[in-house]
């Protein structure tokens, strides 16, 4: 069993471009959130995703959005990227009212 | 304001000992509690969870002690292993489990044989 999967890995991006990362959450689960972690930082939320709407957001500018698949899959996107915006992205999984579980999350370097 | 456990940024202990990470939550209103283990290169690893109505749970070698009037909760590692070694995250959720979750300041453990 699948748990989350998230791509790519890593990536670099200059200031001004645009990113989407991906996320494939675990079997059977069909919320998904996503989290910014900056170095040497605890996770931070930017939003959670159920039933193709966004759900619930954090304190993240309307540069950040995304979407929800009908197969549960997600995507984070970022526009007009920033060098604030280097970071681990984090994708997390889970049924309504159970624990969240994490992928290994895509590197983001802005140059 | 002050817990009644201090969280330390780092924490070493000798295999074999017993380890106890402490976190102070913010929201007096949150009602399910969560920690994870991260290591190097890898996402947030679930541990155990608890919720408000507990003030104890126990998982294979890790116990999670819950104190709502101080808003403190602590894991406690039994026989800490070198594979222990890695950041421990607390995390609450003042909503229920589905929705966000707010992370506290991380513990690096590091267990030395």
């Known amino acids: 069993d699948a748990g989350v999967t998230q791509s790519p890995t890593h990536l670099i991006k200059t200031r001004g471009q645009q990113v989407t990362l991906r996320c494939s959450p675990k079997?059977?689960?069909?919320?998904v959130s996503w989290y910014q972690q900056a170095l040497g930082q605890g996770p931070q939320f930017i939003f959670q995703?159920?039933?193709?709407?966004?759900?619930q957001r954090g304190n993240f500018p309307d540069r950040f959005s995304g979407h929800q698949f009908p197969n549960y899959s997600s995507e984070l996107n970022v526009n007009a990227l920033l060098l604030g915006d280097s970071a681990l992205y984090l994708c997390?999984?889970?049924?309504?009212?159970?624990?969240?579980?994490f992928g290994d999350g895509t590197r983001l370097s802005i140059l | 304001g002050e817990s009644v456990g201090l969280h330390l940024p780092t924490l070493s202990v000798q295999e074999g000992d017993n380890s106890i990470i402490n976190c102070a939550y913010s929201n007096s209103a949150s009602d399910y509690f969560i920690w994870y283990k991260q290591e190097s290169g890898k996402g947030p690893q679930f541990i155990i969870d608890?919720?408000?109505?507990?003030d104890k749970r126990q998982g294979q070698r890790v116990t999670v002690l819950l104190n709502k009037t101080v808003k403190h909760l602590s894991l406690q590692i039994a026989a800490t292993q070198p594979g222990d070694s890695a950041v421990y995250f607390c995390a609450e959720n003042p909503n229920q489990a589905g929705t966000a979750l707010i992370f506290g300041k991380g513990t690096t453990l590091s267990v030395s044989s």
């Open positions: 995703y159920y039933e193709e709407e966004e759900r």
């Open positions: 997390a999984s889970s049924y309504p009212n159970q624990p969240q579980h």
């Open positions: 079997s059977g689960h069909d919320t």
């Open positions: 608890i919720r408000s109505n507990m």
